[in-house]
Each structure stands twice: as C-alpha cells, then as structure tokens.
C-alpha cells in the first residue's frame, strides 16, 4: 500500500522536471528573441563616462545570448522588487536596444544596456542615445558577463 501512494507523486514530480537545457529554452522563448533590427552594438564613447577606466570592446553573438538571458532575468528582479505605484521597465521587444561593450580595469567584459522606446531616426544603430528623463520609456542596465551579474538597473525619471 505504501509503495502505491508514492507512485503517482514520483511519477508527476518526474514528468514536472525540467533539464537544464529546457529551461534555457524556455528563457529564450519568454525573451521574445530581439532581432537585429531591435539593437545596436554601439562602440564605446569615453565622453559619457558610462564605465571608469574602460577601452572599447566587440561582443560576439553568444555573448549576445548570454547577454539577453541575465537582461531578462534582470527586468524580472527589477519589475518585481519595485512599488505598485512605480513603472516598471516594459517588454524587451518594445524597445530598441543600444548595447556598448567594454573591457574594464580588471580584463572582465561589462555591457552597458541602453532601452529606447522613442527613436525617430537612425542614429541610435551609431552612436550612444543618452537621455535623464523619459520615465519607463528609457531603461539602462549594466552586465559583466565574465561574472554574470546584472548591476545598475532601472528606468529613467520624469523631468
């Protein structure tokens, strides 16, 4: 009788369970993939003094890969530890996308990530976009990929 009431609970746990692979796949379904004509690789500019002591970088289409998962998983901590009252930073896919790659002082990669809902002309695919209001129609964000963490998120304020 013991062995009969574990069964079915061993048996939906092991049809629940998710590889690592599946559950990549599934983050990468959720992303919504943002195609080419949704974002930039933008060389870096020292004028905006985004990063202390970096040199321009290139970043490689994993690294793009990696990039969106850990900006995914980072909206979603974002969105989900601000107020009820507060915006929260929009879907990937309604955005265009600046990425500006740098190595920084210690040789590790960092991504400064710049979402722009408004962008009337090209100009965003060439050089960095920087805007102090906007409120949720902006957002920056900041990614070292060599360490996976996701640092200086959020929106832009309301002038």
Known sequence: MLKATYFPVIFLA???YKSPNEIGRYYKEKLQKIDTSQYAVVKYDDRYKIFNNATPATISTDEIDTL??????????????IKKNELMIRKLHQYKIQLV????IRGEKEIWVNGLCEERDNAWKHQIIYVFDGGNCYFNAKINLTTKKVYEIGIHGFA
């Not at 969106?68 to 980072?74: I, Q, T």
């Open 14 to 16: 092991a049809l629940s």
């Open 68 to 81: 969106l998962n850990l900006l995914y998983e980072g909206i979603s901590k974002y969105n989900n530890s």
């Open 101 to 104: 790659p740098v190595l920084n």
